[in-house]
T-cell receptor, first 112, second 113 residues
Framework: DQQVKQNSPSLSVQEGRISILNCDYT??????FLWYKKYPAEGPTFLIS?????DKNEDGRFTVFLNKSAKHLSLHIVPSQPGDSAVYFC???????????FGQGTTLQVKP | NAGVTQTPKFHILKIGQSMTLQCTQD?????MYWYRQDPGMGLKLIYY???????DKGEVPNGYNVSRSTTEDFPLRLELAAPSQTSVYFC????????????FGPGTRLLVL
C-alpha cells in the first residue's frame, strides 16, 4: 500500500527542454513535500521542498507545484541540463519526527 | 565538515551472520535515521532517533536493532542476516523534525548470500 507514488520509472528529455516529474500521494494530512536527487553510488541530496500552505516554490531552474485537491506534486526543471541526469525521489514528511516516506523514484536522462 | 559518513561502503555477509553498519555525523544533529533502498524502490525507514538514548521503529524494523549512545553515532545492527536484507542502507541526519533538510550518507551496499 504505497502512500507516495511516482508512476513513471524513467523520463528522457533533450537538453534545454523542460523536464516534468510527477508524484501522487494518498493521505490529505501530509503537509510537507520534498524532492531529492540521487546520483549512482551516492546518497540522496535535498533539492527543493514545499509546504501545504503554498502551491508553488521556485529555486533557480527548479520549481515544485502542489495540487492539494488532486494530491499531486510535480517538479519542473527548466532548462534541463545533462548534469541533471539522476534519479529523482519525491517524499512526504510524516508527523513531527521528520520521518520521510519516499516514492519509488524516476530516472531522468537529459540528452545533449 | 564531513557531514554523514557510513562504513563500510560494501560488504558481503553470509546467511545467519551478524554485523553492524556504522553511521557518524559531525553536524551536531539530534535527529538520525536509517533507511534501506531495494532495487527499483524508494527508501524505506528502518529506525530513527530523536536524540541520544532515544530510538524508535520505522516502517521496516524487523531483523534490525539500533542504539544511540552519543549525538554523533547511530549504528545499525543486523542479527542473523537473511537474503531479504540484501539492500543499500542509507543513514541520514537533520537538525530538527519538521521541515528540516535531511542529509544523507553515501550508503552501504550489503549483499547477504
Amino acid at each position: 500500500d504505497q502512500q507516495v507514488k511516482q508512476n513513471s520509472p524513467s523520463l528522457s528529455v533533450q537538453e534545454g527542454r523542460i523536464s516534468i516529474l510527477n508524484c501522487d500521494y494518498t493521505n490529505s494530512m501530509f503537509d510537507y513535500f520534498l524532492w531529492y536527487k540521487k546520483y549512482p553510488a551516492e546518497g540522496p541530496t535535498f533539492l527543493i521542498s514545499i509546504s501545504s500552505i503554498k502551491d508553488k516554490n521556485e529555486d533557480g531552474r527548479f520549481t515544485v507545484f502542489l495540487n492539494k485537491s488532486a494530491k499531486h506534486l510535480s517538479l519542473h526543471i527548466v532548462p534541463s541540463q545533462p548534469g541533471d541526469s539522476a534519479v529523482y525521489f519525491c517524499a512526504v514528511s510524516s508527523g513531527n519526527t521528520g520521518k520521510l516516506i519516499f516514492g519509488q523514484g524516476t530516472t531522468l536522462q537529459v540528452k545533449p | 565538515n564531513a557531514g554523514v559518513t557510513q562504513t563500510p561502503k560494501f560488504h558481503i555477509l553470509k546467511i545467519g551472520q551478524s554485523m553492524t553498519l556504522q553511521c557518524t555525523q559531525d553536524m551536531n544533529h539530534n535527529y538520525m535515521y536509517w533507511y534501506r533502498q531495494d532495487p527499483g524502490m524508494g527508501l524505506k525507514l528502518i529506525y530513527y532517533s530523536v536524540g541520544a538514548g532515544i530510538t524508535d521503529k520505522g516502517e521496516v524494523p524487523n531483523g534490525y536493532n539500533v542504539s544511540r549512545s552519543t549525538t554523533e553515532d547511530f549504528p545499525l545492527r543486523l542479527e542473523l542476516a537473511a537474503p531479504s536484507q540484501t539492500s543499500v542502507y542509507f543513514c541520514a541526519s537533520s537538525s530538527g523534525p519538521y521541515q528540516e533538510t535531511q542529509y544523507f550518507g553515501p550508503g552501504t551496499r550489503l549483499l547477504v548470500l
